[in-house]
Nanobody, 117 residues
Framework: QVQLVESGGGLVQPGGSLRLSCLASGSLLKINNMGWYRQAPGKERELVTT???????SYADSVKGRFTISRDSAKNTVYLQMNSLKPEDTAVYYC???????????WGQGTQVTVSS
């Protein structure tokens, strides 16, 4: 099994920045891709960004140019740097990892990001 623990959420004004962290533990050799989903109230969970094992990243159109994902393998941690935040970025952000062998998805507990003046 893989355990994921997020941190770094909070309240920020529009135009501000936050950095989320996701610490992975457990059966780390099973991890393939990692990334972040988010879910706003009344909406479905949506994929925000993914980073592959070798480091290539992809982003949802809504966050391109504002969010950056990075992976520190030595610390077993994935980061999400969020800049130029907008009210519509308000959501619970969930870290995920997919299993290299089974394609199962592991989830963190989620961290709230609120963008409001």
């Amino acid at each position: 099994q893989v355990q994921l623990v997020e941190s770094g959420g909070g309240l920020v004004q529009p135009g501000g920045s936050l950095r989320l962290s996701c610490l992975a533990s457990g059966s780390l050799l099973k991890i393939n891709n990692m990334g972040w989903y988010r879910q706003a109230p009344g909406k479905e969970r949506e994929l925000v960004t993914t980073i592959a094992w070798l480091g290539s990243a992809s982003y949802a159109d809504s966050v391109k140019g504002r969010f950056t994902i990075s992976r520190d393998s030595a610390k077993n941690t994935v980061y999400l740097q969020m800049n130029s935040l907008k009210p519509e970025d308000t959501a619970v952000y969930y870290c995920y990892a997919d299993d290299l062998f089974t394609a199962s998805i592991y989830w963190g507990q989620g961290t709230q990001v609120t963008v409001s003046s």
